[in-house]
């Protein structure tokens, strides 16, 4: 049955294929949860072009830009309605401020809600196990929409963030990283999509309870009030971010990083290594931010945060 977990070989003893540095490499593991270096395979993978057809390209470009301006004027209406309620309470600079945090939050949650739904559907209905690694690595361009859905929201996201929020170094370290993995998804052949919708949809279903506990950290008065529900939210948030994005992204990331890296350390295009070289280290960025976050959630959890005042994650 269809999973959105792919198949591991645990204590495999590794065969010899060719004398490849790759191949060397996997020789002296004991074990391994990489897929098996295939010189010949990844000959035939580097003869497809750089980039996909360019009528391909401007399309998603258009896609891109439909998406941010969607998002965009969500947004912004969120924003009129909000400052609509907060005037009639607060001043005109921290109505603005509030306003602002508020509408980003709600907007957060639907985009976020939208992409880890349709993240679960296709992991859970369409994505199939198993896939052979050319499959892996090149084609599933009908699930390209996940990586032009999230190049456009993280278009929004990076300047209302710096500009209007406040977001965290990190946060924003995120926004620019997923911009440049999601490019790659997007415009090359060799774009991994096969990954993308766990990567780029999937995950993002733990970002609503964390939109939701953000909507409670920039309004005090609502922990104050609702305790319990707030000790909820944050606790439903710890355990999903942990599941999907360090327990499941775990062995997911490093069968997608392993194949990452034979096709860059087996290239010979410049082009395309220098392409690959960022790409790589664009996912790393975000695999640690998703273990440094992580660290901060356990250590919240054993000091019994739910009631402590804490920095955003």
């Known amino acids: 049955?269809?999973?959105f977990l792919p198949t591991f070989s645990f204590l495999l003893k590794i065969e010899e294929r060719s004398?490849?540095?790759?191949?060397?490499?996997?020789?002296?593991?004991?074990?391994?949860?990489?897929p098996q270096y295939d010189s010949a395979?990844?000959?035939?993978?580097?003869?497809?072009?750089?980039f996909l057809p360019f009528h391909e390209n401007d399309e998603s470009v258009r896609i891109i830009v439909f998406v941010a301006a969607s998002?965009?004027?969500?947004?912004?209406?969120?924003?009129?309605?909000?400052?609509?309620q907060l005037s009639k309470k607060n001043d005109e600079k921290s109505t603005s401020t509030a306003a602002w945090k508020a509408s980003y939050q709600i907007t957060n949650l639907v985009?976020?809600?939208?992409?880890?739904?349709l993240g679960i559907y296709y992991n859970l209905v369409l994505i199939p196990r198993g896939e052979e690694i050319r499959s892996k690595i090149l084609g599933y361009e009908h699930?390209?929409?996940?990586?032009?859905?999230?190049?456009?929201?993280?278009?929004?996201?990076?300047?209302v963030g710096f500009f209007f929020v406040g977001e965290t170094t990190s946060m924003l370290i995120h926004h620019v990283a997923v911009i440049c993995v999601g490019s790659v998804s997007a415009f090359l052949s060799c774009g991994f999509r096969y990954f993308t919708p766990y990567f780029y949809g999937f995950i993002e279903i733990s970002s609503v309870p964390l939109s939701v506990m953000n909507s409670f950290k920039n309004n005090p008065g609502w922990i104050k009030s609702y305790p319990e529900i707030y000790s909820s939210v944050r606790l439903i948030f710890g355990i999903s971010?942990?599941?999907?994005?360090?327990?499941?992204?775990t062995p997911i990331f490093w069968d997608f990083f392993s194949l990452a890296s034979m096709l860059l350390l087996s290239s010979e295009n410049p082009v395309t290594k220098i392409i690959l070289s960022l790409f790589n280290l664009s996912s790393l960025i975000l695999t640690m931010l998703q273990y440094f976050w992580a660290s901060k959630i356990v250590s919240a959890m054993f000091k019994?945060?739910?009631?402590?005042?804490?920095k955003r994650i």
């Open 241 to 249: 971010f942990l599941l999907v994005r360090v327990v499941f992204w």
């Open 111 to 117: 985009v976020n809600l939208t992409l880890g739904c």
């Open 143 to 159: 699930v390209k929409l996940f990586a032009l859905g999230q190049i456009g929201y993280q278009i929004w996201a990076l300047p």
């Open 19 to 34: 004398q490849h540095p790759l191949d060397c490499l996997h020789k002296t593991m004991a074990f391994s949860v990489l």
């Open 71 to 84: 998002i965009t004027l969500f947004q912004l209406i969120m924003l009129q309605i909000v400052k609509a």
């Open 41 to 50: 395979l990844f000959e035939t993978i580097h003869q497809a072009p750089t």
């Open 1 to 3: 049955a269809p999973t």
């Open 304 to 310: 019994g945060g739910g009631r402590k005042k804490a």
